[in-house]
């Protein structure tokens, strides 16, 4: 069983950086590429970022390019998103994916596994 928790949510002005984290359960963690997507209430859920199964290759949604940054270390089975310059239009609930394929992907289809999310909100 795959279980992947995020961490590192909270409240933070505009302007402000947050780190979140997502650790996944299981040894065949390195060979999965992960994903960060994030769903503002009333939204659908919408790609982030997302981190090849070797950090080879990396992809970012078009609003958060320049601002977040992925990055995972295999060694402790954990994705990060760093996040900076926050911006009042990027609160949402965050969540980690895994997709058993290794490639990287901008769609929810591709992904095997979820946590269950964090909130993230920025006030302006």
């Known amino acids: 069983q795959v279980q992947l928790v995020e961490s590192g949510g909270g409240l933070v002005q505009a302007g402000g950086s947050l780190t979140l984290s997502c650790t996944v359960s299981?040894?065949?963690?390195?060979?999965?590429?992960m994903g960060w997507f994030r769903q503002a209430s009333g939204k659908e859920r919408e790609f982030v970022a997302a981190?090849?199964?070797?950090?080879?290759?990396?992809d970012y949604a078009d609003p958060v390019k320049g601002r977040f940054t992925i990055s995972r270390d295999n060694a402790k089975n954990t994705v990060y998103l760093q996040m900076n310059s926050l911006k009042p239009e990027d609160t949402a609930v965050y969540y980690c994916?895994?997709?058993?394929?290794?490639?990287?992907?901008?769609?929810?289809?591709?992904?095997?596994?979820w946590g269950q999310g964090t909130q993230a909100t920025v006030s302006s």
């Open positions: 994916a895994a997709a058993g394929n290794g490639r990287v992907s901008t769609r929810t289809g591709e992904y095997d596994y």
């Open positions: 299981g040894r065949t963690f390195s060979s999965y590429a």
């Open positions: 981190i090849k199964w070797n950090s080879a290759s990396t």
